[in-house]
């Protein structure tokens, strides 16, 4: 059984970082991808970047490109997001998910329950 758990979420300053992790347990990720989310009070979820597990390749939105890096740490079964120069218009649930596979834009079957990222102005 696939799970998912993030981590790190938290209220910061406009400006600041925060350190996101994600944790997968459950079988092996050798041929899957993992995305991050983000959901805004009353918006749509929102597709951030994913990683691929086997070669690290990254992809993102491109609204998401410079403030947001995505790593990984294969042997930890983790995956990283970190942002930087926070803006109160991130403030959302971050999600990570994971899908079989090589398309990092595809349709994502593991989902975590969500951390909470308040941006402060």
């Known amino acids: 059984q696939v799970q998912l758990v993030e981590a790190g979420g938290g209220l910061v300053q406009a400006g600041g970082s925060l350190s996101l992790s994600c944790a997968a347990s459950?079988?092996?990720?050798?041929?899957?991808?993992m995305g991050w989310f983000r959901q805004a009070p009353g918006k749509e979820r929102e597709f951030v970047g994913g990683?691929?597990?086997?070669?690290?390749?990254?992809y993102y939105a491109d609204s998401m490109k410079g403030r947001f890096t995505i790593s990984r740490d294969n042997a930890k079964k983790l995956v990283y997001l970190q942002t930087n120069n926070l803006k109160p218009e991130d403030t959302s649930v971050y999600y990570c998910?994971?899908?079989?596979?090589?398309?990092?834009?595809?349709?994502?079957?593991?989902w975590g329950q969500g951390t909470q990222v308040t941006i402060s102005s």
């Open positions: 998910a994971a899908r079989g596979g090589w398309n990092i834009r595809g349709n994502y079957d593991y």
């Open positions: 459950g079988r092996n990720f050798a041929n899957y991808v």
């Open positions: 990683i691929r597990w086997n070669d690290g390749v990254t």
